[in-house]
T-cell receptor, first 110, second 116 residues
């Protein structure tokens, strides 16, 4: 079983739409959670960390549900520039290793 | 922004050649990582290091080797390149968890390797 599972998509949405991605993780000892963005043929870049109480950064909102072991990312008012693959990442702290989901592809259309 | 560098950015080489992919970071991060990623596929951890003179194999078996003689430098070597090694190789380092911040990972721009 994979450590981190994501719906690969693609999610095709119009500009201005609200879109949400979920991600599940299998290890209940997971301590840190992140969303990364990866553009085609580029390196992953940190979008935001995910905190237990949930957190927001502009149009992006991340939530963590430890009981159900899932993380979500909500993007409001989608822009064309939001088109990318979004990677869910989990750190099982004691081992200092980061586990990456396979990514969810988002296409924002004009 | 993270200061982590990889060279070369692109490499085309023949089968059987020895290659070294360079990775350097100027942030003083102790932990460094190498990932392999094929187009459209997920990242796979192939090596990591907790600090100088520490190296560990990752979850994906790899014929490559790494060394960590200096904090800022984490090169990856393939003794004899094969077409199956064609992939993108991404180096990363980790900002430690201090002052209440989660440990976060920063990536270099990657090296695209093509073995003919």
């Amino acid at each position: 079983r994979k450590e981190v599972e994501q719906d690969p998509g693609p999610f095709n949405v119009p500009e201005g739409a609200t879109v949400a991605f979920n991600c599940t993780y299998s290890n209940s000892a997971s301590q840190s959670f992140f969303w990364y963005r990866q553009d085609c043929r580029k390196e992953p870049k940190l979008l935001m960390s995910v905190y237990s109480s949930g957190n927001e950064d502009g149009r992006f909102t991340a939530q963590l549900n430890r009981a159900s072991q899932y993380i979500s990312l909500l993007i409001r008012d989608s822009k064309l520039s939001d088109s990318a693959t979004y990677l869910c990442v989990v750190n099982i702290g004691n081992f200092n290793k980061f586990y990456f989901g396979s990514g969810t592809k988002l296409n924002v259309k004009p | 922004e993270a200061d982590i560098y990889q060279t070369p950015r692109y490499l085309v080489i023949g089968t059987g050649k020895k290659i070294t992919l360079e990775c350097s970071q100027t942030m003083g991060h102790d932990k460094m990582y190498w990932y392999q990623q094929d187009p459209g596929m997920e990242l796979h951890l192939i090596h990591y290091s907790y600090g100088v003179n520490s190296t560990e194999k990752g979850d994906l078996s790899s014929e490559s080797t790494v060394s960590r003689i200096r904090t800022e430098h984490f090169p990856l070597t393939l003794e004899s390149a094969r077409p199956s090694h064609t992939s993108q190789y991404l180096c990363a380092s980790t900002q430690g968890a201090d002052r209440g911040y989660q440990e976060t990972q920063y990536f270099g721009p990657g090296t695209r390797l093509l073995v003919l």
